[in-house]
């Protein structure tokens, strides 16, 4: 099993920051990495699909990285920001997530 | 647009055997494959597994063949039941679709899911 490792847990943010988030992995994923946001009570909505940004997705968001690291950056932060990110590994069975960050705005 | 909506009861007595329905709508479940997911208090969220519209199924091991999934395309419906529950089989319970390619044969390339349904709580409790 494929364990991803996400950091940080929690940050906080002012609007207008740029904030980057981690995942790695225990072993090579190639680039079969998704982010997520999501908020409380909603579905979870999809971000980044291997490395690429979903049709509809503000442009403040872009995703990095290939085999073990991968990087979620969020640029000139907004209230609207303010919620729950993880990343998923699809590349071995079983899929696994990272533990998730919870990203406040001050 | 694809919606995915959970349904079941929101409690379940422990040895009992929990039971989800995740409803498709805007778009048919004769495409792609379809996850469940759950995510306990506190805690990450874990893979439960997936089924393809043809009844291939794939578990996450640490289900301990405890789960099926099962799909009725005539509603546009895929099921999950989990057997002998306990409370650490409490959490929020997700449905999604697992994107998917068809490379011919028994061969898919799976993207990772793209759409969720906006979860359902269970708690297991007598």
């Known amino acids: 099993e494929t364990t991803l490792t996400q950091s940080p847990a929690f940050m906080s943010a002012t609007p207008g920051d740029k904030v980057t988030i981690s995942c790695k992995a225990s072993q090579d994923i190639d680039d079969d990495m998704n982010w997520y946001q999501q908020k409380p009570g909603e579905a979870a909505i999809l971000l980044i699909q291997e490395g690429n940004l979903v049709p509809g997705i503000s442009p403040r968001f872009s995703g990095s990285g290939y085999g073990t690291d991968f990087t979620l950056t969020v640029n000139d932060i907004e209230s609207e920001d303010a919620a729950y990110y993880f990343c998923?590994?699809?590349?071995?069975?079983?899929?696994?997530f990272g533990q998730g960050t919870k990203l406040e705005i001050k | 647009q694809v919606q995915l909506q959970e349904s079941g009861p929101g409690l379940v007595k422990p040895s009992e055997t929990l039971s989800l329905t995740c409803t498709v709508s805007?778009?048919?479940?004769?495409?792609?494959?379809w996850s469940w997911i759950r995510q306990p208090p506190g805690k990450g969220l874990e893979w439960i597994g997936y089924i393809h519209y043809t009844g291939t199924t794939k578990y996450n091991p640490s289900l301990k063949s405890r789960g099926t999934i099962s799909v009725d395309t005539s509603k546009n419906q895929f099921s999950l039941k989990l057997t002998s529950v306990t409370a650490a089989d409490t959490a929020v319970y997700y449905c999604?679709?697992?994107?998917?390619?068809?490379?011919?044969?028994?061969?898919?390339?799976?993207?990772?899911?793209?759409?969720w349904g906006q979860g359902t709580t269970v708690t297991v409790s007598s």
């Open positions: 999604a679709r697992d994107r998917s390619i068809h490379c011919g044969g028994d061969c898919y390339y799976y993207y990772g899911m793209d759409v």
């Open positions: 805007g778009g048919s479940i004769n495409d792609h494959h």
């Open positions: 998923l590994q699809h590349d071995t069975f079983p899929y696994t």
